[in-house]
């Protein structure tokens, strides 16, 4: 037990984004939220005896540009500490209206006590694609899973009943409703029947510029090739790419063309592209951050470093943990954030379409060389262990297979 508890930021959050936090606690202290967040509702049971009472309360915050790796609030009781059993979640949202209250409605907790249902009580939307949040709370240890139509986001136990103390476990769902109206009761199933409350809250959608309430909804079309197109609420632009899958321009429907800022090798801009697809953009690569981190496959890589931000679960995936494409970004791309491209693939298929011996033995680009020297011992990129195992995969993967000794 602890008078405080601390949730960390979502990985991800951008400036703007809304965070909402829900924070289950047992027995009735006060809390004390971290600057800048806005209470949403408070439900707390202290009629029933002690052991049994709780506290759910329920919170926004729009992020900034600076934000700290986490966020704690505290518990007091007649303004003095007190520990008691808690959790909290927080989940970031995009898409919701960028200035003012993004609540659109909310409805008060409806506790349910010995059963393993636990209810959000239904509310009525007032505008388009609202995202509708329930927040669970279980004072037992218990699992807590919502019912179709909800999606899981976050769920968190308080495990000092270890010791024989008190328990609380919470949960965050959401889904979009697409028009005004009912959302109907939304419910979870605790997996041991306890005393369970939720909380309900649907946050408002951003409108399109000049709109009246609607989200601007873009859709990409893929071709066998790549991306054909990109379709932002009707309006569609056609990308135009290098052979490195770059996008380095787009072009509208009149013909009217918009070059991207140009990129180095790793992908490191001179400049603010107007859309988030350009460095490897044809394989939909995205920036999701303001100084162009791209999510690349399991991992978010900086084209400013030119190295992934965590840790390749891949053992022997690239030169080090870190490192993108063993520092051959032009030859190579990691689209999987798991391993780079498979240089035996490119190798083989280059093989097969030159047809030159001397080539193939040569230090050329995929030359047998060349793949000897980077490619084959512990460490490096593709994790040959031998000349012989590799020399055996390549020949099954060639068209007619040749001696490359």
Known sequence: MTDNVAINKPPNTSSGDVLVAGIAARGTPTIVAPAGWTAIRTAENGLREAGSSWTLQTYWYRAGSSEPPSYTWHFTQNNVPVNKAAAGTITAYIGAVTTGNPIDVTSGHLENTATTAITATRV???????IVIGVYMNTGSATITPRAGSQLKHETEDQSNASGQAHVDIETADATQTSVGDTGDKIADAS???TGAAEFLTLKAAPASGGTGNPIVTTYVNGPGGLLLTDTDGTPSY???NGHGDIVATVDATGVLTANPTTDEYGKTTGTAANRLGWLGDAQRYTVTNNGTIRMGERLYDPN???FLSVDRVEGGS???YDYCSADPPNCDDLAGTQPFDVLARWSGWA???GSKRAVKGWGKFGWKHVQDRHIGPGK???????ADAAADIYATLAAPQSVS
């Open 192 to 194: 041991a029947s306890n």
């Open 381 to 387: 990129r593709s994790a040959w262990g031998n000349d």
């Open 239 to 241: 990308p135009l790419t």
């Open 305 to 307: 470093l030119g190295r």
């Open 352 to 354: 097969v379409r030159e």
């Open 124 to 130: 009525t939307t007032t505008a388009v694609n609202d």
């Open 319 to 321: 030169a080090n943990d």
